[in-house]
């Protein structure tokens, strides 16, 4: 392999940063999954495995890290999952981290799922857990020696965030590129001039003392509620044993990712003392949006906004949501739903008015879709503002209705006539985001 001298170049600056990182281990797989990944000590994973160099004569490869520079890692606290020592981040970055040898093997399982043969110096870690929940959350970045400036057109080292559903055989890797089925790889990643791929997600050359790294993605994956999975985190060489590739895992980023089960309802006091104001409490909407998560074992934070921007950046919540006093006759309420362990919220809207009558005559172009006439009466008009793919019709209990898929047109029509009068939810999917409007016939 002919290596470029860009890995070469350094400055003064990268050495003083680097020594913000330090890495601790070998750890017991059982601590690091669920004191490190998991971080939710009420998370029922079992059957705790990983393979580490360290079992093959080789460096231990897997440990956790801590950096206080985001600008190396941009997130404090992890674990590191290597083809090659796991300390080797430490200590001498211009060197080329390149160690283990070939009779350190591969896996099985990344060589069936990736189709690529001739794989070294696995390390991975591994746990079960029975989905209670409609969905996950990984989050990590991936650096490699084999960002080079010359490699990334030709080959690259492999990894893969498995999950197996032990109840049908089906195996999926979670790590593909945003929006598309390419797994993330130095080759579809990079912003090397002669393959440019993805250069979005590419964060740099020389930063962690690898050649380069991605930015950190946010994995999730969808689970059948009921089936087994098998998780498994797996990094390793391909082609021959050396030019190492790492995965830093953000701690506490696995776990349950927030899912709305039922749209929260509109809130309905009549003013019948005429005042302008009713006290509402907004927490009655948690336990639909819940559905039937356990939450003695699955946690999640509900926070209200009076706008969508306070709601996503999770500023000024109201500070007593059980006893709201509304401002206005009709009024917008953005709640968030967090899990406080991985950090990962959603926000969804609901209305709230002292006068049933003002429902359905809201606002209804928000940057996404415009539906009208509304109230409807035989036709609801949809326009999209960039291609609509999907629209679903839901009671206001949250029970689907209808859902038909639009092939690519940026306005569609839905039939109202076979619908009774009240309050309906319309859910917009389109290239730009999805939303949900009431609509009153
Ligand atoms: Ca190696
Ligand atoms: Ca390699």
């Not at 994973?45 to 460096?59: E, I, R």
């Not at 009921?226 to 797996?234: A, E, L, P, R």
């Not at 709201?324 to 309420?333: A, V």
Request: hydrophobic share 40%; proline share 4%; glycine share 8%.
């Amino acid at each position: 392999m002919k290596r470029s001298l860009l890995l070469f170049i350094f400055s003064f600056g990268f050495y003083t940063s680097f020594a913000q990182i330090t890495v601790e281990g070998p750890i017991p797989a059982q601590v690091l999954i669920q004191n490190n990944l998991i971080g939710n000590p009420n998370f029922p994973a079992t059957n705790f495995g990983m393979m580490n160099g360290n079992q093959f004569s080789g460096p231990n490869s897997i440990s956790t890290f801590n950096c206080t520079d985001a600008n190396i890692v941009p997130f404090t606290d992890g674990v590191i999952l290597s083809n090659g020592a796991a300390n080797g981040i430490v200590g001498l970055p211009t060197t080329l981290i390149s160690t283990g040898g070939q009779s350190w093997p591969g896996d099985t399982e990344l060589s069936n799922l990736t189709g690529l043969t001739n794989l070294f110096n696995a390390s991975s870690l591994q746990f079960d857990f029975v989905a209670e929940v409609p969905a996950i959350s990984f989050d990590f970045m991936m650096a490699s020696e084999e960002y080079d400036g010359n490699s990334e057109c030709q080959w690259s080292d492999t990894f893969a965030f498995i999950i197996r559903n032990n109840t049908t055989g089906v195996s999926k890797n979670l790590a593909m590129v945003p929006g598309t089925t390419t797994p993330i790889s130095v080759t579809s990643v990079n912003d090397n001039t002669n393959c440019p791929a993805n250069t979005a997600y590419f964060a740099g050359y020389n930063s962690v003392g690898f050649g380069g790294q991605t930015v950190v993605f946010e994995l999730t994956g969808n689970l059948t509620i009921g089936d087994s999975y098998t998780v498994k985190i797996v990094v390793a060489d391909q082609n021959d044993a050396v030019w190492d590739s790492a995965l830093f895992v953000r701690n506490s980023s696995f776990g349950a990712y927030p899912v709305v089960d039922q749209e929260p309802m509109d809130l309905v006091i009549e003013d019948t003392d005429m005042n302008g104001y009713e006290i509402f409490d907004l927490t009655v909407n948690e336990a639909l949006m819940l559905g039937a998560i356990n939450t003695a074992v699955y946690t999640f934070d509900f926070n209200y906004y009076l706008t969508q921007a306070d709601a996503e950046a999770q500023v000024n919540p109201i500070a007593n949501p059980q006893a709201y006093q509304n401002t206005t006759d009709l009024e917008s309420i953005y709640v968030s739903m967090r899990n406080p362990y991985t950090g990962h919220s959603i926000t969804t809207e609901f209305m709230i008015t002292i006068d049933s009558d003002l429902l359905g005559v809201e606002e209804v172009d928000n940057g996404i879709a415009k539906l009208y006439p509304n109230p409807v009466t035989d036709v609801l008009h949809i326009d999209g503002l960039s291609n609509i793919q999907k629209v679903n019709i839901y009671a206001m209990n949250g029970q689907l209705l209808s859902s038909q898929n639009v092939q690519n047109s940026m306005s569609t029509t839905v039939d109202f006539s076979n619908h009774g009068s009240g309050l309906y939810l319309v859910n917009v999917v389109t290239d730009n985001g999805s939303t949900f409007r009431r609509v009153v016939k």
